[in-house]
């Protein structure tokens, strides 16, 4: 038995990194699940070496069109949705807050936070209709703490939001039984983050108590918990992965 058979899942962001390692999870635990990215190649391979249970579709996040045609595939797909992994995300430029292109910074908002609102906004029904679900936004640290070297404003706001946004469509949807919770990873061995630093992680090692980066696996661990029963009594809540980072 997989923690997750019977559950229907949509991964965004899942050609490579985090979501990835949590889309071949899910499919290893039992779930049926849609991994959407702009990765098309990338996603298309990835779904097909994860078998029948995996689909992946083209999906720009930060469409409301596009959010609704993810969903429709996905009931005809495999049935009503009943987990949402918002994990598509990026950092935008490394720059001062009085030298941020406004375009760049609305870009990272659509990126990290107003897809998180379409996501939610387009899956709750199907998750009323099938009597519940869980929704797990990937935030980050810099959605607890001011980090420091964060790339931008827009970043950093955008994963407060999440988390702001997390708690108060758990406290809208409980009754419903849908449970919200956001996941804050502090620095993971992604591509997203090797872009950004250099070989050795920029000696970004040396800030976590633990002396190193985290695996996308061990995000995907919790990830799981939360989507699944296990965590039947847990909503609107942060969770940290950080190596101790935050706790400095």
């Known amino acids: 038995m997989g923690k997750l058979d019977?559950?229907?899942?949509?991964?965004?962001?899942a050609a490579q990194g985090m979501g990835e390692a949590h889309a071949r999870r899910f499919v290893a635990e039992g779930a049926k699940v849609v991994l959407t990215d702009l990765n098309e190649e990338r996603g298309q391979a990835i779904a097909k070496e994860l078998g029948d249970n995996a689909l992946f579709i083209r999906h720009d996040v930060t469409s409301p069109a596009e959010w609704k045609q993810v969903l429709q595939?996905?009931?005809?797909?495999?049935?009503?949705?009943?987990?949402?992994?918002?994990?598509?995300?990026?950092?935008g430029p490394l720059v001062e807050t009085t030298e941020f292109d406004e375009d760049e910074y609305l870009k990272v908002c659509a990126v990290n936070q107003h897809s998180q609102f379409y996501g939610m906004k387009t899956v709750i029904p199907s998750?009323?209709?099938?009597?519940?679900?869980?929704?797990?936004?990937?935030?980050?640290?810099?959605?607890?703490?001011?980090?420091?070297?964060?790339?931008?404003?827009?970043?950093?706001?955008?994963?407060?939001?999440?988390?702001?946004?997390?708690?108060?469509?758990?406290?809208?949807?409980?009754?419903?039984?849908?449970?919200?919770?956001?996941?804050?990873?502090?620095?993971?061995?992604?591509?997203?983050?090797?872009?950004?630093?250099?070989?050795?992680?920029g000696g970004i090692t040396?800030?976590?108590?633990?002396?190193?980066?985290?695996?996308p696996d061990e995000v995907s661990s919790l990830v799981l918990f939360l989507a699944s029963d296990d965590s039947s009594y847990i909503s609107g809540m942060e969770h940290v992965i950080d190596g101790g980072l935050t706790a400095q």
């Open 73 to 91: 595939q996905a009931e005809q797909a495999f049935g009503t949705v009943t987990v949402l992994v918002n994990n598509a995300g990026i950092l």
């Open 206 to 215: 040396a800030q976590v108590p633990l002396r190193r980066m985290s695996d």
């Open 127 to 201: 998750m009323q209709k099938a009597g519940g679900g869980a929704i797990v936004n990937i935030s980050s640290t810099a959605g607890m703490v001011s980090i420091v070297g964060a790339p931008n404003l827009a970043y950093v706001g955008s994963k407060f939001a999440s988390r702001g946004m997390t708690k108060h469509v758990a406290v809208q949807y409980g009754p419903d039984n849908i449970r919200v919770n956001s996941v804050h990873p502090g620095y993971i061995k992604t591509p997203m983050m090797a872009a950004a630093t250099d070989a050795d992680g």
């Open 6 to 13: 019977g559950k229907v899942a949509i991964i965004t962001g």
